[in-house]
C-alpha cells in the first residue's frame, strides 16, 4: 500500500516566519503534489513536480515555494508566512502520466497567527 | 466558474438509503473521471475511477458519467453510518495527469 507521510499533523506560526512543510512518499511515484484545502474552496493545487529537481507552478503558487531534492521527498516552503495562509495542506503522489489516482496523505493543519 | 461543481450540501440521510451524489464540469476533454471519499482529519483517498462514459459497480457503490451532459455521478446502495464522509468528484483529461477536484459534498448518515 502507498503511504505519503506528511511530518507534521498540526502546526502553529506566527506571521512573517519561513515554514517548511515536508512529505514522503514510499512508493517510487514520479509525481508530486501540494494542494490547500479550505471549506467552501475545495482542493487547490499549489504545485506540482514531475521528477527530481522539477516543479510547475499549479492554481495558486504565490506566497509559496517547493523543493524537491530527492524522488522520495517534497517539501512546500511558505517564504514569509500570513494568516491567509492558515488552512489545511496536503500532500499527493501519482505513479505516472495518465489518469492514475492521487494517494493523499492525512495532511497538515497550518496556524498562522 | 468552477470547472466541476458539486454541491456542498450537507446532505443527510437515514440508514440504508440509497444516496445519490452528483456533479457537473465545463471541460470537454475530460475523459478520465474518480471519486474521492474524505473522511474528517484525513486525506482523500480513491473510491471509484470510470474512463469516458458509462457505468462502474463496485460493492455497493455505483459510478455513473454522462459525458453528453456532462453529468457525473455516485450512488450508494444501502447506505451505513460509516459512509459518512465528504465526497468529492473529480475529472482529468488525456493529455493531463492532474485532476480538477470538485469542492466535495459533505454526507450524514444517521442510524
Known amino acids: 500500500d502507498v503511504k505519503v507521510t506528511q511530518s507534521s499533523r498540526y502546526l502553529v506560526k506566527r506571521t512573517g516566519e519561513k515554514v517548511f512543510l515536508e512529505c514522503v512518499q514510499d512508493?517510487?511515484?514520479?509525481?508530486m503534489f501540494w494542494y490547500r484545502q479550505d471549506p467552501g474552496l475545495g482542493l487547490r493545487l499549489i504545485y506540482f513536480s514531475y521528477d527530481v529537481k522539477m516543479k510547475e507552478k499549479g492554481d495558486i503558487p504565490e506566497g509559496y515555494s517547493v523543493s524537491r531534492e530527492k524522488k522520495e521527498r517534497f517539501s512546500l516552503i511558505l517564504e514569509s508566512a500570513s494568516t491567509n495562509q492558515t488552512s489545511m495542506y496536503l500532500c499527493?503522489?501519482?505513479?505516472?502520466?495518465?489518469?492514475?489516482?492521487?494517494?493523499f496523505g492525512n495532511g497538515t493543519r497550518l496556524t498562522v497567527t | 466558474q468552477k470547472e466541476v461543481e458539486q454541491d456542498p450540501g450537507p446532505l443527510s440521510v437515514p440508514e440504508g438509503a440509497i444516496v445519490s451524489l452528483n456533479c457537473t464540469y465545463s471541460?470537454?476533454?475530460?475523459?478520465?473521471f474518480m471519486w474521492y471519499r474524505q473522511y474528517s482529519r484525513k486525506g482523500p483517498e480513491l473510491l471509484m475511477y470510470t474512463y469516458s462514459s458509462g457505468n462502474k459497480e463496485d460493492g455497493r457503490f455505483t459510478a455513473q458519467v454522462d459525458k453528453s451532459s456532462k453529468y457525473i455521478s455516485l450512488f450508494i446502495r444501502d447506505s451505513q453510518p460509516s459512509d459518512s464522509a465528504t465526497y468529492l468528484c473529480?475529472?482529468?483529461?488525456?493529455?493531463?495527469?492532474?485532476?480538477?477536484f470538485g469542492r466535495g459534498t459533505s454526507l450524514i448518515v444517521h442510524p
Open positions: 512508493m517510487d511515484h514520479e509525481n
Open positions: 473529480a475529472g482529468s483529461s488525456g493529455g493531463s495527469y492532474i485532476p480538477t
Open positions: 499527493a503522489s501519482s505513479l505516472v502520466q495518465g489518469a492514475e489516482s492521487l494517494h
Open positions: 471541460n470537454s476533454a475530460f475523459q478520465y
